[in-house]
């Protein structure tokens, strides 16, 4: 799984190093455990993935400061967003953020390009419906799911585990992600 949005970003993270992963960490354990609760991290998180796709399938052409400056400025426009026009927001983060996983599902299957942006487009509809109509519980789960997916690429890219390992990081911090933050719904 991390390995597959290491793949996407490749040009980017091998770049950055170790201070993106080491970022990348810091805001995946942010949205893992407290996405509903600050949720402009977790918007800023769904942007800053969004604009590493455009980044790494858009923007080839373009200079590595376009590719790396892409990202920061989707993740700083989903951030303002959050915090002004939070409905709005609510909606664009249920699409890509379980549009983003779809597109990550479909590379990590090695699926062609096309299917990528099918995975994107048909979980981004569903994530769109599932937070509009289950607004708190999709955001526990949508944003445990980008964090797992954030975090374990951040401790991807500090270390490197076989495959096994990686899905087992990935599936307890999805499970530590959601049993966290539900805790407050059941109040």
Avoid at 53 to 71: D, E, F, K, T
Avoid at 119 to 138: K, Q
Wanted: charged fraction near 5%; glycine fraction near 12%.
């Amino acid at each position: 799984m991390f390995q597959s949005f290491t793949n996407i970003f490749g040009a980017t993270l091998s770049i950055l190093g170790g201070i993106a992963s080491l970022v990348a960490l810091i805001f995946g354990i942010l949205s893992l455990f407290f996405g509903r609760k600050l949720f402009w991290v977790f918007a800023a998180l769904i942007g800053f993935s969004v604009g590493l796709i455009l980044g790494a399938q858009v923007l080839q052409g373009q200079s590595i400061l376009i590719r790396i400056l892409a990202p920061i400025a989707i993740a700083a426009l989903c951030a303002v967003l959050a915090l002004y026009a939070e409905k709005t927001m609510i909606i664009l983060a249920g699409f890509f953020g379980l549009g983003v996983f779809g597109y990550l599902i479909a590379n990590l299957f090695n699926l062609p390009t096309l299917f990528h942006w099918i995975f994107l487009i048909g979980l981004g509809i569903l994530g769109a419906t599932l937070i509009s109509r289950y607004m708190e519980w999709a955001i526990v789960i949508i944003s445990s799911l980008i964090g797992s997916i954030m975090a374990g690429a951040g401790l991807g890219g500090l270390t490197h585990f076989n495959f096994l390992i990686d899905m087992l990081i990935f599936l307890g911090l999805l499970a530590a992600g959601i049993l966290f933050q539900s805790r407050d719904l059941k109040k």
